[in-house]
């Protein structure tokens, strides 16, 4: 089999981690998750970029598993993390975290779950490289038929600058 130079697991597990980013988006949009659906989402504790109490982090040095249900308040979502305070053992504690550091996300109203592969190095930029749209579509090729008609449209209208004239459109007319 051929070596994968797109890297299409890389870009399934972005993809993957947006559905996590909008499902929060929408929880924040509607003002409180809809019907019976709550998260458990497990996430590296040491993670660069996540931001853990320091007494949670000593308990669950590796990783640990958050709900938001009920009680969660200072939801939001950016683009790389999303930030919520959440109460543990009555005690609020604000808890950041990189959609990079998400190893499992599980609504279990409706059976939902995403598993994710643990990140390869220790950096959100070495786990998933952004993907940014593109802004331009990649060029082909001119045919040698459409590379000698710019030029002669180029040419001729060089030399129409040159003289600053008026020229009708039959100038560029097939001939």
Not at 2 to 30: H, P
Not at 40 to 46: D, G, M, S, V
């Amino acid at each position: 089999m051929a070596q994968d130079l797109m890297n299409y697991e890389q870009m399934t597990q972005l993809a993957l981690r947006g559905v996590v980013r909008d499902a929060i988006r929408r929880v924040i949009r509607e003002d409180g998750l809809p019907g019976a659906h709550h998260f458990y989402i497990t996430f590296l504790t040491r993670y660069p970029g996540a931001e853990i109490d320091e007494g949670l982090a000593k308990k669950y040095p590796e990783e640990i598993t958050i709900v938001l249900e009920h009680q969660f308040w200072d939801l939001t979502a950016h683009e790389d993390n999303f930030e919520v305070t959440l109460k543990f053992g009555g005690v609020p504690k604000y808890i950041k975290v990189p959609y990079t550091a998400i190893t499992r996300f599980h609504d279990p109203s409706v059976g939902f779950a995403l598993q994710f592969e643990p990140p390869r190095e220790a950096t959100p930029e070495a786990a998933v490289t952004k993907i940014e749209p593109e802004t331009k579509k990649p060029k082909r090729a001119p045919s040698k038929k459409t590379a000698a008609k710019k030029e002669a449209v180029k040419t001729d209208t060089e030399k129409e600058n040159a003289g600053d004239k008026v020229v009708s459109l039959d100038s560029f007319r097939k001939k």
